[in-house]
């Protein structure tokens, strides 16, 4: 917990035998972040952080509360601590879709005035730093690292099936044809897994839905007139093509999809076993194989390949790809705002970055971590994954978001468990979204 700097303490007899009382005053930043079983990385990075601040800060402890969790109950938990000013953190790990939402909420330091000292914030790519703005224009969060999205596939798998590699689908049709051959070469193999369902949470939107959303001609969100769509096509569509994944059997059972630690078995089983063709997901993928990562896999350089998702019918650009990624941020409520910004950029510093990057197969947000021959070489799979920049997409960075990616998420479920068909999945979902956002923020496409 926090040793308290507020002690109360009156501004007479007690103070004035210290001549400075907030130097003698011993302070405690509190540090809260995401830790799993397979995500280290950045629990190595504070932890670094840490030591590196607390040599140079006299005084100064640094608190370090990794909360065990998915992204999901992590979310959960660091909004229950932000409730109240004395659970609340000082510098936080923050999902990118959700800094809108939580300015809004009253849970972010505005960054800006400190930004403007700080000489690394140059370093930082333009495009990366509007992660962390909100509507104002203000600059509320720090990003670590981004991402894609890409098909990842085990080469024999497909190679057994008769499909040469590097394999490169150009339409969602040759991903099916693809997917079938697999199966008919290997009835016990999964073809083609993509994440539906609430149990994978955000999981499902960014690693399944809007792959294929995107590539249709219809969007989840209008940028120029701020407007959510509904009753597009491209809606059903991406349904439609879910459902025939799962029906054919050409995906993981209905109930192993709903179940949150698919993904495990995805990396820990099924890819190394060589029991699963493809997989769609994020360009952080060799994290978990690499030395050190949860689920060290010797080889699987030669082993897997990674190929861009196509478009529905191969129409311009051709691929899709999603990025994401994550911040740091400093609590609105802390007592130390410029203390916590110093550490916020400690752990953001070229050295913590370059390593955090590494380890969690991150694609770099500093120009000059980008260009480091260590980061360059540090899997097989940089260059591809990175290249898909080029035709990525990002979640509306809107307060609603959150409540919207649920509901998509819902459609899924109700398409794959053979609840509902595409069409009233896609129908219910409309409803949804007009009754979440008001129908003055909706747009009919």
């Not at 509190?30 to 799993?36: F, G």
């Not at 509507?135 to 098909?151: E, N």
């Not at 590699?165 to 016990?188: F, G, H, S, Y």
């Not at 999809?257 to 060589?274: C, H, I, R, S, Y």
Request: negative net charge; charged residues 25%.
């Amino acid at each position: 917990t926090r040793v308290s700097n507020v002690t109360g303490r009156s501004s007479g007899a007690s103070t004035s035998c210290s001549p400075t009382p907030e130097a003698a005053e011993s302070k405690t930043l509190k540090i809260v972040y995401q830790k799993t079983d397979s995500f280290t990385a950045l629990d190595t990075v504070m932890q670094d952080a840490k030591k590196e601040f607390e040599a140079s800060n006299s005084g100064v402890t640094v608190d370090l509360q990794p909360i065990q969790a998915n992204d999901d109950d992590y979310g959960t938990k660091l909004a229950l601590a932000q409730r109240s000013a004395d659970t609340a953190p000082d510098v936080f790990y923050e999902d990118t879709f959700k800094v809108r939402s939580d300015v809004d909420a009253g849970y972010l330091l505005k960054l800006d005035s400190y930004l403007e000292k700080w000489d690394d914030w140059g370093a930082f790519n333009e495009a990366a730093k509007a992660a962390g703005r909100a509507d104002d224009g203000g600059i509320y969060a720090v990003p670590l690292g981004t991402d894609t999205r890409a098909i990842w596939y085990n080469k024999s798998v497909l190679q057994k099936a008769g499909i040469s590699v590097p394999w490169q689908p150009k339409t969602w049709d040759e991903i099916l044809t693809a997917a079938r051959a697999m199966k008919a070469a290997d009835p016990n193999v999964i073809p083609f897994n993509m994440y539906a369902g609430k149990g994978t949470g955000e999981g499902t939107v960014m690693q399944g839905f809007y792959e294929l959303l995107y590539g249709t001609d219809s969007s989840l969100y209008d940028e120029n007139e701020k407007k959510w769509v509904v009753g597009s096509q491209g809606f059903t569509d991406s349904l439609a093509f879910l459902k025939t994944l799962y029906d054919e059997k050409l995906a993981v059972s209905p109930a192993e999809a709903l179940d949150a630690n698919v993904w495990k078995k995805v990396f820990g089983e099924w890819f190394p076993q060589g029991k699963l063709g493809a997989t769609v997901e994020g360009s952080y993928t060799p994290s978990f194989w690499q030395k050190g990562g949860a689920y060290e896999w010797a080889g699987y350089e030669q082993e897997m390949g990674v190929a861009m998702f196509p478009t529905q019918k191969g129409q311009d650009p051709g691929g899709v790809s999603m990025s994401g990624g994550w911040t740091l941020a400093v609590g609105a409520k802390s007592k130390n705002p410029e203390l916590a910004f110093q550490f916020l950029s400690t752990a953001l510093n070229k050295k913590n970055a370059l390593a955090y990057d590494i380890n969690n197969s991150q694609i770099a947000v500093r120009t000059d971590v980008a260009s480091e021959p260590e980061y360059l070489a540090a899997n097989p799979f940089v260059k591809d994954v990175s290249d898909l920049v080029k035709v990525t997409h990002y979640r509306p960075a809107t307060a609603d978001y959150p409540r919207i990616s649920t509901a998509v998420q819902v459609a899924t479920e109700s398409v794959i468990t053979g609840k509902q068909s595409p069409e009233d999945a896609a129908a219910e979902y409309d409803a949804t979204v007009r009754k979440l956002v008001g129908e003055d923020k909706v747009l009919e496409k």
